[in-house]
């Protein structure tokens, strides 16, 4: 990239993320950091993980900052957030990259519904900070991208059946569910308008809620724009009995995918039941919310990469 390229995009990114920092405090957010390393990282079967040796014990690279923020809604905590950078083994292409920017809230006594209210505004002000318009449209690979809220809402039993043919929620078939969301439900989601997709199958809840009026769907939603994914949130699971036999059940996946199991975090665990019976979090793209913005195509485009884990 050439010195002006790099100059105008860290600009923007610059401009961005104080817009986010401040919309955050305005809203009675507080800012925190937490570490980027730990021993037992939340196991996920899809997430490969980079391992560190110390003198200890093996320790790892965090995927994202949620296995020590949302032990912070058991110290009453009510509103955070923070921006820092995560870690994914063997992830490169146009929009990933193994080390990569994440901006991470909580909210206390709320759901994913307000999630999708936040994302939404958080958008607009991110926008407004690099363009000084009120009309929010952005040219990307030569789409014209609405932002102006309210954005698009769908569920993924609707989205499945309009661009997959076929209902996960009645026919449980994880790989092509996994195959067809990539290649059919998400480019079908990359239109003029950003997309909200929500209420994934029970069996894809993650660390998420299950619905009260209906035990098939968790209450999860995916903010989709530009053609990618920006940003993931939960009505966040604060059962410590259910959560733990979803770890075991995502370290059995690992090991069925030749991946080594990660420890318990039982702090983590422990940490629920001092928790609120309500919260919600999301996780947003840094770098992905930079490329809508500013148009870029490439993931590379948008900070400086010297990282030596590629």
């Not at 110390?54 to 009510?78: A, H, T, V």
């Not at 870690?87 to 292409?93: L, Y």
């Not at 901006?103 to 994913?112: C, G, H, I, M, S």
Request: aromatic share 10%; glycine share 6%.
């Amino acid at each position: 990239m050439k010195t002006s390229s790099l100059k105008y995009i860290l600009t923007k990114r610059h401009l961005i993320i104080k817009a986010l920092r401040e919309w955050f405090c305005q809203r009675g957010f507080i800012e925190v950091q937490t570490p980027v390393t730990c021993r037992d990282p939340i196991p996920e079967a899809n997430i490969d993980l980079f391992q560190i040796k110390n003198r200890k014990s093996d320790c790892y690279l965090l995927p994202s900052p949620e296995r020590y923020m949302k032990p912070l809604l058991s110290q009453g905590i009510k509103r955070f957030f923070q921006i820092c950078p995560a870690f994914r083994r063997d992830e490169k292409g146009d929009y990933h990259r193994p080390e990569f920017t994440i901006l991470e809230w909580y909210r206390a006594d709320a759901d994913y519904n307000s999630l999708i209210e936040d994302c939404q505004s958080l958008i607009a002000d991110g926008c407004k900070a690099i363009t000084g318009h009120e009309e929010l449209n952005i040219v990307r690979n030569g789409m014209t991208i609405d932002l102006n809220p309210p954005f698009t809402v769908i569920t993924v039993s609707e989205a499945f059946k309009k661009f997959a043919g076929w209902n996960p929620l009645t026919n449980r078939n994880e790989a092509r569910f996994y195959h067809d969301m990539v290649t059919k439900v998400e480019p079908g989601l990359a239109g003029e308008k950003p997309v909200f997709l929500k209420d994934y199958p029970a069996w894809a809840s993650s660390l998420s809620r299950i619905k009260k009026d209906d035990r098939e769907v968790c209450e999860r939603v995916e903010f989709y724009a530009g053609g990618m994914e920006i940003a993931n949130g939960f009505s966040e699971l604060l059962d410590s009995e259910e959560q733990r036999k979803r770890f075991n059940e995502e370290n059995r996946k690992r090991q069925a995918l030749g991946k080594k199991p990660v420890p318990e975090p039982s702090e983590f665990l422990a940490a629920m039941n001092d928790s609120p019976s309500t919260a919600a979090g999301m996780a947003m793209g840094i770098d992905r919310l930079v490329m809508l913005l500013t148009g870029s195509s490439n993931i590379e485009q948008v900070n400086v990469h010297c990282s030596c884990l590629e």
